[in-house]
């Protein structure tokens, strides 16, 4: 399965709302979402939970008659980074199955990959300081679009690195458990890909998620209720 939401220039007043706000904390959550792939419905859901030793994991699952994907990242807070340690991708589309499982070791500061992966894409792969992979990037939107934070990442997943540069492309109110939220809308294209985010100030993750592949929605996620 491809990373689902894996030089942002932004305006001094759309910064200037966010500026003050701390940085969310991190909590464990469940989210759930209204979710639409490869045009059919599907329900998704995010967690969040606490492992021993500083550490976190972090899921999505989606799933429909058609298909039935799932990520998970173990990862730790080092500073102010959110850095991964391990990750484990499922998908089953029909009769087609792929597993891949990544381990970022940060002594060596490399990274490599195991499972259904081409050979090419099995590392190692130089790690910096402040590697994120796909999953984890959408806990760092949330955090650092309510912190005023510029959102530039460097993805390290699936067998390589990719720079990631989100902007700010205006607002939104939507409805999560029946009350309206404001949401700060951010975007990233990549030639005929674009990932689209919905932000809330006081959400951990965002309200919304869309990736759309040469003009068309691939993958909608719309959060429902957050506990």
């Given at each position: 399965m491809k990373p689902i939401f894996r030089n942002l220039s932004v305006a001094?007043?759309?910064?200037?709302?966010?500026?003050?706000?701390?940085?969310?904390?991190?909590?464990?959550?469940?989210?759930?979402?209204?979710?639409?792939y490869m045009g059919m419905q599907a329900?998704?859901?995010?967690?969040l939970a606490s492992e021993a030793g500083?550490?976190?994991?972090?899921?999505?699952q989606i799933k429909n008659p058609m298909?039935?994907?799932?990520?998970?990242?173990?990862?730790?807070?080092?500073?102010?980074?959110?850095?991964?340690?391990?990750?484990?991708?499922?998908?089953?589309?029909?009769i087609k199955r792929k597993q891949v499982d990544a381990s970022y070791d940060w002594n060596r500061k490399q990274a490599t990959w195991s499972?259904?992966?081409?050979?090419e894409r099995r590392g190692p792969v130089r790690l910096q300081n402040g590697d994120m992979d796909a999953l984890l990037i959408n806990l760092a939107i949330a955090r650092d679009v309510a912190a005023g934070q510029p959102l530039n990442?460097?993805?390290?997943?699936?067998?390589?690195?990719?720079?990631?540069?989100?902007?700010?492309?205006?607002?939104?109110?939507?409805?999560?458990?029946?009350?309206t939220v404001e949401?700060?809308?951010?975007?990233?294209?990549?030639?005929?890909?674009?990932?689209?985010?919905?932000?809330?100030?006081?959400?951990?993750?965002?309200?919304?998620l869309l990736q759309?592949?040469?003009?068309?929605?691939?993958l909608d996620l719309t959060i429902q209720s957050l506990n």
């Open positions: 001094a007043i759309a910064l200037a709302a966010f500026a003050s706000l701390p940085a969310l904390a991190m909590q464990p959550f469940t989210a759930n979402y209204r979710a639409s329900s998704g859901t995010m967690t500083n550490r976190w994991r972090y899921s999505l298909a039935d994907l799932s990520q998970s990242t173990v990862f730790e807070e080092h500073g102010d980074a959110l850095r991964p340690l391990s990750s484990h991708d499922r998908s089953v589309l029909l499972g259904d992966v081409k050979p990442y460097r993805m390290v997943d699936d067998g390589r690195t990719k720079a990631l540069s989100y902007r700010v492309v205006g607002k939104e109110n939507m409805t999560v458990d029946g009350k949401t700060t809308k951010v975007s990233r294209v990549d030639g005929d890909k674009e990932q689209i985010a919905w932000i809330a100030a006081d959400m951990p993750v965002p309200v919304r759309r592949e040469g003009g068309k929605d691939a």
